[in-house]
T-cell receptor, first 115, second 112 residues
Framework: GAVVSQHPSWVICKSGTSVKIECRSL??????MFWYRQFPKQSLMLMAT?????????EQGVEKDKFLINHASLTLSTLTVTSAHPEDSSFYIC???????????FGPGTRLTVL | QKEVEQNSGPLSVPEGAIASLNCTYSDRGSQSFFWYRQYSGKSPELIMS????GDKEDGRFTAQLNKASQYVSLLIRDSQPSDSATYLC????????????FGKGTHLIIQP
């Protein structure tokens, strides 16, 4: 149980384009979904928290107009990196929690490379 | 500023020995504590959670929490080469709606 999927697993795009990453909880309904980013040799940094049907809460320093988050249902959240630039290249990982728990289950991650 | 500190390592342990990983956190209001394992290029996978002072055992893993000292540890008994990975300590200060604050991780190497 508690499986989270992400799609795509990797993506390469040109500078200035937008990229959408999907995060799905496959066998449970996710109260809350989180988006993290991990640069090489560094730890995971929380970008934003999203709840179904409401606006995402962004961490300090994360541009909400650049990283668009939509949490359309209890099993799906999407992260869109708009006008991507090489400095946005990173490993993007989502996680999800179920009702009445704070344990986060992570998706397999999406490796974004912006040329 | 919430901080979670870990020794980055590498920590080298012979196969079959006990590996001891440590973590301190700055926010005294933290309530939930987690250990994740991350293999290179992969996302973290949950090893254990702990919420109360004391020890919690799960198979070869034992998590220890001391809130007064703001200290969390993970012991791995009978270490195997497959345990070689980066171990991330993570903390939640509030409830389930809060994201995790991660340490930088300890790189563990189990020597066959």
């Amino acid at each position: 149980g508690a499986v989270v999927s992400q799609h795509p697993s990797w993506v390469i795009c040109k500078s200035g384009t937008s990229v959408k990453i999907e995060c799905r909880s496959l066998d449970f309904q996710a109260t809350t979904m989180f988006w993290y980013r991990q640069f090489p040799k560094q730890s995971l940094m929380l970008m934003a928290t999203s709840n179904e049907g409401s606006k995402a809460t962004y961490e300090q320093g994360v541009e909400k107009d650049k990283f668009l988050i939509n949490h359309a249902s209890l099993t799906l959240s999407t992260l869109t990196v708009t006008s991507a630039h090489p400095e946005d290249s990173s490993f993007y990982i989502c996680s999800a929690t179920a009702f009445s728990t704070d344990t986060q289950y992570f998706g397999p991650g999406t490796r974004l490379t912006v040329l | 500023q919430k901080e979670v500190e870990q020794n980055s390592g590498p920590l080298s342990v012979p196969e079959g020995a006990i590996a001891s990983l440590n973590c301190t956190y700055s926010d005294r209001g933290s309530q939930s504590f987690f250990w994740y394992r991350q293999y290179s290029g992969k996302s973290p996978e949950l090893i254990m959670s702990i919420y109360s002072n004391g020890d919690k055992e799960d198979g070869r893993f034992t998590a220890q929490l001391n809130k007064a000292s703001q200290y969390v540890s993970l012991l791995i008994r009978d270490s195997q080469p497959s345990d070689s990975a980066t171990y991330l300590c993570a903390v939640i200060s509030g409830g389930g709606a809060d994201g995790l604050t991660f340490g930088k991780g300890t790189h563990l190497i189990i020597q066959p």
